[in-house]
């Protein structure tokens, strides 16, 4: 139908006067330095103020954005402030993202890779949660962390382990070179919030990386890196997402500390929220890298029995780190406990679960009463007759 046939004459005759309208593809509203005009302004203290509430108007020149260390008062918020104060569903990036504005506190992350490892950590009443990749490979398709796992198995990880409950904890997720170049890397990180994940690390390994634990690792040039980080950025800002990217070098084996600290500080000028310096070979490195980098957020990765001393929760906070992860929190352990019972079924006959594990404790973990609540809500009578 013409557009004459539905507008008046008058309004036709308005129309033919006015200057046409043109329409622009999303790739050509994208400037190729885009991503120079938005790059985020770290540790900026934000404050949230109700339509009832009042405060005097500052001039722009004397609003000035502070370091937390160089208030008098801390009025920071607590992790636990930042859960609870959300009353509906949000994003796990919006979490994470407030978390580090709005709070002063190490978040300290277990390393889970399945549903079961991921509630436990939520039952436990973690504040965030990180996806292993060396975890999810494991558990998933039972191969070596060796760029085997590639963007499928990630993200169908990460999303399900995201999505457990809408009002939990945040997760950050490996995210490994992006896989491929910066296409791939925009579309990771677009499948990636779409997912559900909060934050992903992103390195500067060649595509056949490793474990970040292992010898023989090898990285990018730096340019080639820095093209990542743009694209990740990039991506992030056209679905304007609050998705927290962190930027993760693994230089240090092969190029050493000042290089390591070169590439982080490329990737924060590029967009990066966080930076991650991988296998520390000392405690007072650690610490350095904290004071080099200041006041950018660091990430600590935390794999006993690895290429880096052990370093505690208590440290890393004294340290200054913001993000503490545990790879192989549940990883390792898993495999110990799985070892051990198996040995015993082989050699005694039975499995020796202890009394208090019962299949209904392992479902409740899992969500079990929210799933009777449900039914039974909707009228449904599958659980009259109890468990």
């Known amino acids: 139908m013409a557009l004459s046939a539905i507008m008046s004459p008058d309004l036709m005759s308005k129309l033919e006067n006015e200057p046409p309208v043109v329409f622009k593809s999303a790739a050509e509203l994208v400037s190729t330095k885009f991503h120079e005009s938005i790059k985020p302004t770290p540790l900026i203290r934000t404050l949230e103020v109700s339509e009832d509430d009042s405060l005097p108007v500052s001039k722009l020149e004397d609003v000035v954005a502070m370091a937390p260390s160089e208030g008098k008062v801390d009025r920071s918020l607590r992790l636990g402030d930042i859960v609870s104060s959300v009353s509906e569903p949000a994003s796990g990036a919006k979490k994470l993202r407030k978390m580090l504005l709005e709070t002063h506190e190490l978040i300290v992350c277990p390393g889970v890779y399945d549903g079961l490892s991921a509630r436990t950590a939520m039952e436990l009443g973690f504040h965030s949660m990180y996806m292993t990749g060396a975890g999810t ?68 390994q060649v595509l056949t990386k490793r474990c970040g634990h292992l010898s023989g690792k090898k990285v ?42 070169s590439r982080l500080r490329a990737a924060r000028d590029e967009g990066a929220d966080v930076g991650l310096l991988e296998g520390f070979t000392s405690k007072d490195q650690a610490a350095q890298a904290v004071k080099d980098l200041a006041p950018w957020p660091l990430l600590l990765n935390s794999v006993e029995n690895g290429k880096s001393p052990v370093i505690t929760v208590n440290e890393a906070r004294d340290m200054g780190f913001r993000i503490m992860i545990f790879s192989f929190a549940t990883l390792a352990p898993a495999y110990v406990a799985i070892r051990e019972t198996l040995t015993r079924l082989k050699n005694e006959g039975i499995v020796g679960t202890p009394k208090n594990i019962t299949p209904v404790k392992l479902f409740e973990v899992c969500g079990l009463e929210y799933s009777m609540a449900v039914d039974m809500n909707a009228g449904g009578s599958s659980f009259v007759g109890g468990l």
Do not use: K, W
């Open 137 to 204: 490979t494991a558990s998933r398709i039972g191969q070596p962390d060796l760029a085997i796992a590639q963007l499928h198995e990630m993200r169908e990880n990460a999303e399900m382990i995201a999505n457990l409950d809408p009002f939990g904890p945040p997760l950050i997720a490996d995210m490994d070179t992006g896989y491929g170049g910066p296409i791939m890397v925009a579309r990771t990180v677009e499948q990636y919030i779409r997912a559900g994940v909060a934050g992903a690390h992103l390195e500067d």
């Open 220 to 261: 990018v040039p730096q340019e080639e890196y820095i093209s990542r980080i743009r694209a990740a950025h990039a991506a992030r800002v056209r679905l304007q997402s609050d998705f927290v990217l962190i930027a993760r070098t693994d230089a240090l084996q092969t190029l050493g500390y000042n290089e390591c600290i």
